[in-house]
């Protein structure tokens, strides 16, 4: 059975960040996931998650400065400093809240950047936290994110790219999170990918396209498709990261036959 987290940088918007885990329990979820829980002192969100009985399904590696621009920053030679030390501070987020998943952002890389040197850092980095973090049985995984729609000049906009990256790395908690929009701005054939890279997949993730909203305003055919994913045996949550066109209650409609 699909088992949706609901995404809590995208829903629920309308509340402070530390209301939406009562708010996501509330509409049936039993899992949530986010970008950035950093805002909020880690006990803080850990008592939030636990007062609504939900699990932490993933959460980001600090990401940088997102208002100024950053979307991570693993790749860049520059910043490997900052990366180290942002490994402890997941951790501790992720041992308060029990996470077992962390996504490890990339970043953008510049048109006139040497991708070799870059490709080298983030490849170094990638083992250094996956080693970090796998005492605690947590994984970390890598996501291919459109560079055509929502972060032009991100460092891997494809599987496979990201599929060398892992496999380059070397290390078994490192896998793939598959963003279902992502990859179908970028590539399509969704279902064969997903059934053939399932071994690797270590977190999903959907929205519609175009438009990043729920399942059913777009192209996606998701009535067919999570139930293949299901079919296929995925395990993992699915984390509903979209931009609901209307309220986030008012658009669940479509997530009922999987939410308690
Ligand atoms: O799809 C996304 O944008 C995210 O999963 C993310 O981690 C931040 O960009
Ligand atoms: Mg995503």
Redesign the pocket.
Known sequence: MTRLAA?L?MLFTDLPFLDRFAAAAAAGFKAVEC?SPYGEPAETVAERMRAAGLTFALF?MP?GDWAAGD??YAANPARAEEFRASIETALTYARATSCKTL?L?AGKIPVDADRAAWTATLIANIRLAADAVAGDGITLVL?P?NTRV??PGYFYDRSAAVMDIIEQVGRDNVQL?F?I??LQVMEGDLARSIERLLPKIGHI?L?DNPGRHEPGSGEINFGWLLPRIDALGYEGWV?C?YAPATTTTEGLGWARPYLG
Do not use: F, K, S, W
């Open positions: 995404n940088t970008v980001n990401p979307r991570g996504h952002m996501e994110i929502d972060i999170l963003d929009y992502h993730q929205a984390g990261e």
